[in-house]
């Protein structure tokens, strides 16, 4: 699975962005996609995940209520609708995809393909 991240960009804050992962090869419908972010100086962090097999998708406490993660598997695209944005969101972020289940969505060594990022940029 080859991922390609797009859509970040510079907001205010209150603002809203939609990131998208596009995914190459047949196994994104049977895949578990998640994205994670890195801000300047920190080690990167879970967001949010969601599974192939059910509508139920898992967010940091940080994001909750702001951030919602959505797949399309006839698009073979991942998304992120963020609202709301804060300085804090200020990150690269990166998406993320391993085929089949995934025991611990949160932690990033359980994915095996990452996309190359995509700068979010929130300014106060």
């Known amino acids: 699975v080859q ?7 510079l907001v205010q804050t209150g603002g809203s962005l939609r990131l998208s992962c596009a ?18 100086g920190k080690e990167r962090e879970f967001v949010a995940a969601i599974k192939f097999n059910e509508d139920r998708t898992w967010e940091a406490d940080s994001v909750k209520g ?25 990150a690269v972020y ?5 085929e089949g289940l995934v025991a611990g969505l949160r932690l990033e060594r359980n994915y095996d393909f990452w996309g190359q990022g995509t700068q979010v940029t929130v300014s106060s």
């Open 94 to 98: 990166f998406c993320a995809a391993r």
């Open 66 to 90: 702001r951030f919602s993660i959505s797949r399309d598997n006839d698009k073979s695209t991942l998304y992120l609708d963020m609202i709301g944005l804060k300085p804090e969101d200020t």
């Open 23 to 40: 995914a190459s090869g047949r196994t994104f419908r049977r895949s578990t996609m998640a994205w994670f972010r890195q801000a300047p």
């Open 3 to 9: 991922l390609q991240a797009s859509g970040g960009g």
